[in-house]
T-cell receptor, first 114, second 113 residues
Framework: GESVGLHLPTLSVQEGDNSIINCAYS??????FIWYKQESGKGPQFIID?????DKRQGQRVTVLLNKTVKHLSLQIAATQPGDSAVYFC?????????????FGKGITLSVRP | DSGVTQTPKHLITATGQRVTLRCSPR?????VYWYQQSLDQGLQFLIQ???????AKGNILERFSAQQFPDLHSELNLSSLELGDSALYFC????????????FGNGTRLTVT
């Protein structure tokens, strides 16, 4: 079936290093992708999004890359900080007639070592 | 603060009971979404409302129902509760019906004993 998945369940990085979180999606009809960050006890927080007519988008310290050929999405975090420790989710939006549905991946935990 | 308000924050109830979760969307947002988050299933989409009308349906059980009121707040009703219904329930909102980021509340933690 169609799904959004993450390659690794956990990622540990040194403070100050760059982090790369990867996500694979399987639905070629998906046209909009979002990265969310979820801290303990809170709801998912929007980080950055990208539409399928783009292959790269940059925000503050974050970059999202989209490779439609291999159905791959990545989130790059520059100069990772302790406050970046959280669970990260990728989500894909799939159009279905008048409806669209946002499907989330399982999530990956980012742990930042001081 | 996302601007999405969910109440209550915690709910403990027994099997077979019925509960109602409440959500107030961000000011100006017309869409409300409900998601269930459990350890083994991740974030599962339940249902979406746009301006009072049901817009999309996901993996929502027949024992669950939702509605969006004229003031745009939404309620998720869970009945005949089972132990497996224990989870975090998130509400999210967005301005339009699709293609814009969802902004999530901090959830309601439901524990069924």
């Amino acid at each position: 079936g169609e799904s959004v998945g993450l390659h690794l369940p956990t990622l540990s990085v040194q403070e100050g290093d760059n982090s790369i979180i990867n996500c694979a999606y399987s639905n070629s009809a998906s046209d909009y992708f979002i990265w969310y960050k979820q801290e303990s006890g809170k709801g998912p927080q929007f980080i950055i999004d990208i539409r399928s007519n783009m292959d790269k988008r940059q925000g503050q310290r974050v970059t999202v890359l989209l490779n439609k050929t291999v159905k791959h999405l990545s989130l790059q975090i520059a100069a990772t900080q302790p406050g970046d420790s959280a669970v990260y989710f990728c989500a894909e939006n799939t159009r279905g007639g008048a409806n669209s549905k946002l499907t989330f991946g399982k999530g990956i935990t980012l742990s930042v070592r001081p | 603060d996302s601007g999405v308000t969910q109440t209550p924050k915690h709910l403990i109830t027994a099997t077979g009971q019925r509960v109602t979760l409440r959500c107030s969307p961000r000011s100006g947002d017309l869409s409300v979404y409900w998601y269930q988050q459990s350890l083994d299933q991740g974030l599962q989409f339940l249902i979406q409302y746009y301006n009072g009308e049901e817009r999309a349906k996901g993996n929502i059980l027949e024992r669950f129902s939702a509605q969006q009121f004229p003031d745009l707040h939404s309620e998720l009703n869970l009945s005949s509760l089972e132990l497996g219904d224990s989870a975090l329930y998130f509400c999210a909102s967005s301005p339009g019906p699709a293609d814009s980021p969802l902004h999530f509340g901090n959830g309601t933690r439901l524990t069924v004993t």
